[in-house]
């Protein structure tokens, strides 16, 4: 009877330790579980104000959902939004060693106060520091961004305008339907960048992380005589390992800026079931 007593008493200790063995190592949790969609998502009225464009690409199951079909095709500078590229560019050319990589401002008071210091490439990208990435797209060259550009299909391909102004209301558009296979590239590491490139600026545009889900981003904003009048905001959301690409287009005679498509693009993704 003790023996078998005992015998009991050692095998529930066994159960015991293998599972909470098993749940330190996460080995108890559930399978990831993809996330369905919600369907008949009226996504117009969070455009209200607005002439714009959502579209959202479920990668797993390769589907695609478009809010004005027709502007998600048409063209548009990708402003700001192109800083993930020029990053990208900077990083695999070695102009950029890293996040730390920092330029020293050089005296001009520009018209955000946030620009107006030295900046490393993490704040450049938190802050959208416009003369920062002129530095890097000038010490990239032309030659080697528009090989680059063209290597990975980005838009029209135009930087006709200016090594320092190309992307910034200038020669070079882009489409939102085009932000998404972009983006769905970089998500792949599929784009003609060294791996430490892609996953250095993966990290770089994380916008929030709350453990099940993370979602990156970029916003842009285009002005006409000081005025507001075009915004973008790309990205993509990965809740329990399925990922979601999309780009939010906006435009108006003012007030149409990279912080309102990315508030736009949240209500967009909560309605769907996502973030």
Sequence with gaps: MKNRLTKRLILTAIASLALAT???????????????????????????????????YDLKNDKYIRFNEKRCAERFSPCSTFKIFNSLAGLDSKVLSGPDDKKKWDGTKRWLDSWNHDHTLQTAIQDSTVWYFQEVAKDIGEARMKDYIHKAGYGNEDISGGITKFWLGDSLKISPDEQVKFLTRLYKNELPFS?????????????????????????GTDMKN?????????????EDDNPY??????????????????TITRSCLHSLGLH
């Design 226 to 238: 000081k005025k507001t009048t075009m915004g973008w905001f790309v990205g993509y959301v990965v």
């Design 22 to 56: 098993a749940a330190a190592l996460g080995l108890d949790q559930k399978p990831a579980q993809a996330v369905t969609l919600k369907s008949n998502v009226d996504l117009k009225q969070k455009f209200k104000g607005y002439q714009g464009a959502f579209v959202l």
């Design 195 to 219: 791996k430490d490139a892609m996953e250095t600026v993966k990290k770089l545009i994380v916008v929030s992380d709350d453990g099940s889900s993370v979602l990156r981003g970029k916003t």
């Design 245 to 262: 690409i999309f780009a939010t287009n906006i435009s108006a005679e003012d007030k149409a800026t990279g912080r309102v498509a990315r």
